[in-house]
Nanobody
């Protein structure tokens, strides 16, 4: 049973930075999509950033220029560097991997709180 293990969340002041990591515990064959999503209280889960096997990236307008998604294929690990954090970035962040044969995996979520 493959699990995605997230780390790096926490409490940070506005303007600060955090780096989230998501690692696959177990072997996943042919990952073609990795994404970060977030869900704030009372809101729907939304896409933050995604990266494909061809290194194409996609960002939500609200995080463009502040967040950077990257991956290490050899380690089946994905990262999200978050800079210039704002209170509205406060949410639970989830990672998502998609692989061949309709295999999809979600992390357990990590809390990011931006507050002074």
């Amino acid at each position: 049973q493959v699990q995605l293990v997230e780390s790096g969340g926490g409490l940070v002041q506005p303007g600060g930075s955090l780096r989230l990591s998501c690692a696959a515990a177990g072997s996943i064959f042919s990952i073609y999509y990795m994404g970060w999503y977030r869900q704030a209280p009372g809101k729907q889960r939304e896409l933050v950033a995604a990266i494909t096997s061809g290194d194409n990236t996609n960002y939500a307008d609200s995080v463009k220029g502040r967040f950077t998604i990257s991956r290490d294929n050899a380690k089946n690990t994905m990262y999200l560097q978050m800079n210039s954090l704002k209170p509205e970035d406060t949410a639970v962040y989830y990672c998502n991997f998609r692989a061949l044969f309709n295999n999809e995996y979600w992390g357990q979520g990590t809390q990011v709180t931006v507050s002074s």
